[in-house]
């Protein structure tokens, strides 16, 4: 992914008002940031634990996504996927991600969801930078870093279509 300013952040969001896309926290750390191992820019709003923003290329644009997260009354002893990717996360290390659609649509109300990892790091849980405290977090795969990593984008597309459409 290429790297990002402010300003192309919060000009990329599709499914909030520009007055909202300017009051959302950014990460701080934009420059430190591992661009070349992220396949879209995830994270959580530290001001609002149930809100997260996820950011990525999609075909000749970049696209903004606000987020809410259900809140999780998992406990320690269950396990869940992460829809993107395949990834098992203990107790609420997966919560439900539902974002308003854009346009019209989510004027009205309407909305699409997926179950995610709740801090939004899924390539780095891909490329094994980021793990996982669950037994079996990311399981041995005979499909290749590269056939994975393209999974991933392919399942964070199908996500951004749905909000797009």
């Not at 696209?63 to 606000?66: D, E, M, P, T």
């Given at each position: 992914?290429?790297?990002?300013?402010?300003?192309?952040?919060?000009?990329?969001?599709?499914?909030?008002?520009?007055?909202?896309?300017?009051?959302l926290?950014?990460?701080?750390?934009l420059?430190?940031?591992p661009?070349?191992?992220?396949?879209?820019?995830?994270?959580?709003?530290?001001?609002?634990?149930?809100?997260?923003?996820l950011?990525?290329?999609?075909?000749?644009?970049t696209?903004?996504?606000?987020l809410?997260?259900?809140?999780?009354?998992r406990?320690?002893?269950?396990?869940?996927l992460?829809?993107?990717c395949?990834?098992?996360?203990p107790?609420?290390?997966?919560?439900?991600?539902?974002?308003r659609k854009?346009?019209?649509?989510?004027?009205?109300?309407?909305?699409?969801?997926?179950?995610?990892?709740?801090?939004?790091?899924?390539?780095?849980?891909?490329r094994?930078?980021?793990?996982?405290?669950?037994?079996?977090?990311?399981?041995?795969?005979?499909?290749?870093?590269?056939?994975?990593?393209?999974?991933?984008?392919?399942r964070?597309?199908?996500?951004?279509?749905?909000?797009?459409?």
């Open positions: 992914m290429q790297p990002l300013t402010d300003r192309d952040i919060r000009a990329s969001f599709v499914n909030c008002t520009q007055g909202e896309a300017k009051r926290h950014t990460p701080r750390d420059p430190q940031l661009w070349d191992d992220l396949d879209f820019l995830g994270w959580r709003d530290p001001a609002a634990p149930d809100r997260g923003y950011v990525t290329p999609h075909h000749d644009t696209v903004g996504i606000a809410r997260a259900t809140t999780n009354t406990t320690f002893q269950h396990r869940g992460c829809s993107i395949l990834t098992t996360h107790g609420s290390g997966v919560a439900l991600m539902t974002a854009a346009g019209r649509p989510g004027r009205e109300g309407n909305s699409v969801g997926i179950y995610m990892c709740t801090d939004l790091a899924c390539p780095l849980y891909v094994r930078i980021k793990t996982t405290k669950a037994v079996g977090g990311r399981a041995t795969e005979s499909l290749t870093l590269d056939e994975q990593i393209t999974r991933t984008r392919d964070l597309t199908a996500f951004v279509n749905k909000v797009l459409t």
